[in-house]
């Protein structure tokens, strides 16, 4: 967690970091549960384990996103080091310029992917939409294996399953982080263009961050010694 988070960036990040840190939590006390009903009561939890991995994927698709956002990710700058302030400022817009591409083919696809399980059209078009296709077969009756409806998601038995009641956790609601992060991930790469354009950065990512790092460990540790 970062220090104290202040104005609408601020509570974004605070958002972001909550709903993180949420995800990693429930996956801790979904695991160690478990295992407790395993080992000491010779029994399991059916779900545990499909819930389990629905989280990680939560945890792993909305936590690109914010590496994004804080330039987190690793990256290789050795080459980016030598050149002018100019020079990395056109490699920097077309790298991103390359990911925003990646991303909204991501976008797309995720989005087609999650949109029969909705009951909405998914696009035509192999690479960009071309438009709706309405001929797609829902899939919005499709459950998963184990996880068990829950109450609060009763609503969509009207909503997408024209009145037929849930059994299991229809598919659509772990599914629809994949849109939501990918749109995410655009909109980060997106923000990261304006930060180079305005020449607040000059890169997406920066290895040499961590070297920094390092150093002023070893920097505190010899005051100390």
Not at 45 to 54: K, R, S
Not at 76 to 92: F, Y
Not at 100 to 107: D, G, K, N, Y
Request: hydrophobic residues 50%.
């Amino acid at each position: 967690m970062s220090g104290a988070h202040t104005g609408p960036t601020g509570f974004i990040d605070a958002i972001e970091e909550t709903l993180i840190a949420i995800i990693l939590g429930l996956m801790t006390a979904l695991t160690f549960a478990n295992v407790v009903a395993r080992f000491a009561f010779n029994s399991n939890i059916l779900w545990a384990l499909e819930a389990t991995v629905f989280l990680f994927a939560w945890l792993v698709l909305l936590g690109a996103s914010y590496a994004v956002k804080k330039h987190s990710h690793l990256g290789v700058d050795a080459i980016i080091n030598m050149l002018p302030a100019g020079a990395r400022k056109v490699v920097g817009l077309f790298a991103v310029g390359c990911c925003l591409v990646f991303s909204l083919l991501l976008l797309k696809g995720a989005y087609d992917y999650w949109a029969v399980f909705a009951d909405l059209p998914p696009t035509s078009g192999r690479w960009f939409p071309t438009g709706l296709n309405e001929s797609a077969r829902s899939q919005s009756f499709y459950e998963v294996q184990d996880v068990p409806m829950i109450g609060a998601f009763r609503f969509l038995e009207d909503l997408i399953n024209y009145g037929d009641a849930y059994e299991k956790l229809p598919k659509v609601v772990p599914y629809v982080v994949l849109p939501v992060s990918m749109l995410l991930l655009v909109l980060r790469f997106a923000q990261a263009a304006v930060q180079i354009l305005r020449g607040e950065a000059d890169r997406l990512v920066a290895s040499h961050e961590v070297e920094d790092e390092l150093d002023a460990v070893r920097a505190q540790r010899g005051e100390h010694d």
